[in-house]
């Protein structure tokens, strides 16, 4: 199967999703999380029509940024993000989905503020409570969206959340649903800075699933580009 083949499949099962929940299919965006894949995949991807890239790693942004690779789509940062490399990322993505602790919010502020830009984030959310994954607790999320308002250069756009791999269709929707719940519950409040739209979550094992949950944005690797071979050393 070919990347516009791959693309094309998905955007149907999306849209087969978004109406069986009785939603419009154009509310939900396709991410292609690229990592490890060059710049002519990604073009490829880009030109078989998916909205968005997502990195993961900064090193391979910067590479693929100084190659063009995402001429005519919007790139994300998907990955956990330190903060010593904030500099490499604010300013030069549409979003970012990880932000992961209070540390990297203010240094992610920090940094947009010194360009004088305002940066669009994702708060992250460990949904399924797992010590391997980062992110923040759903008890934890009224405060961190108090702080976040109060800082200057950032602009939560909504909520991520990387749930546990799934064997079988269907074990995430709890953690999808609760997903929803808080991004519903966000928009209760009113915050200067804080309009929660996007709800990124699905992969390829389930955002049929977390379509048919309310997701926004999956992001999406294996089935665009076939299983990544971690064994293969980089140059
Ligand atoms: C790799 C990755 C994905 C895509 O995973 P697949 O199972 O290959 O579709 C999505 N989100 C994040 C944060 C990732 O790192």
């Known amino acids: 199967m070919s990347i516009t083949e791959n693309v094309l499949r998905i955007r149907a099962e999306m849209e087969k999703a978004a109406i069986t929940a009785g939603r419009d299919p154009k ?65 030069k993505v549409s979003l970012i989905h990880s932000i992961d602790s209070l540390r990297l919010l203010e240094a992610v502020s920090k940094e947009a503020a010194r360009q004088g830009i305002t940066q669009d984030i994702l708060l992250e959310i460990n949904i399924g409570n797992e010590d391997s994954k980062s992110g923040f607790s759903p008890e934890e999320l009224p405060s961190i969206l108090e702080a976040a308002s109060h800082l200057p250069g950032i602009f939560v756009r909504g909520l991520m959340a990387i749930p546990p791999i799934c064997q079988n269709s269907g074990d995430n929707n709890k953690f999808f649903q609760k997903m929803y719940q808080l991004s519903v519950d966000i928009t209760t409040k009113k915050y200067d800075n804080v309009c929660s739209t996007v709800l990124s979550m699905g992969m390829s094992a389930d955002y049929r699933d977390a379509i048919l949950c309310g997701s926004t944005m999956v992001r999406i690797g294996t089935d665009i580009f076939g299983a990544r071979n971690y064994a293969v050393t980089k140059p």
């Open 27 to 91: 509310e939900i965006r396709l991410c292609a999380a690229t990592k490890m894949n060059n710049a002519a995949t990604v073009r490829e991807a880009i030109a078989a029509g998916v909205d968005c890239c997502g990195e993961n790693r900064v090193q391979e942004l910067t590479q693929k940024l100084s190659e063009n690779a995402y001429e005519g789509a919007e790139v994300h940062f998907i990955g956990h993000l330190q903060t010593n490399k904030v500099r490499q990322v604010v300013g």
